[in-house]
């Protein structure tokens, strides 16, 4: 199994829990991002640097990913492909997206792309907090057990 994360919006808290879990299950951790990515020493921790351009990053982790794999995005298109391919997906927030939850998740994308171009602002979204964090953090440890649990 190996955890691939969207790594250009990727939040550094974020990026910080991943290592330390990488390290603490002995899990592959791949970043793939159109620049350089600082992370620390590691045998199960490695960055795929790939062309600036729209959706680069995003091609390339749902060309690699496997069955299994867990994919670390906030980008609603990449989760809905990685589920297709039988892969688990999360949110930076913790929210994990489902072959139950990702067509609504498609669908309210769609709508707020769709507000937008009609010119109605409505705000990006929250900033990055620390309940946030936490709950990425316990997302990630129930997918991590959930996952031991099943290859034992």
Not at 31 to 54: D, H
Not at 80 to 86: E, S
Not at 127 to 140: G, I, P, Q
């Amino acid at each position: 199994m190996t955890i691939w994360v969207d790594a250009d919006a990727c939040p550094n808290a974020v990026k910080t829990i991943l290592f330390r879990a990488a390290e603490r299950t002995a899990t592959s951790l791949i970043l793939v991002a159109n620049q350089s990515i600082s992370v620390p020493p590691s045998r199960y921790i490695k960055t795929l640097r790939v062309e600036s351009g729209f959706d680069v990053a995003d091609n390339e982790i749902v060309k690699r990913v496997d069955a299994g794999d867990l994919v670390i995005t906030s980008d609603i298109p990449l989760a809905a492909d990685v589920i297709a391919k039988g892969a688990f997906a999360l949110s930076s927030r913790g929210e994990e997206y489902t072959r139950d939850n990702i067509r609504g998740r498609l669908n309210i994308r769609d709508f707020m792309d769709t507000m937008r171009a009609s010119g109605i602002q409505s705000g990006g979204p929250a900033a990055f907090s620390e309940t946030e964090k936490r709950a990425f953090a316990n997302a990630l440890d129930r997918y991590l057990a959930r996952t031991r649990t099943q290859s034992a």
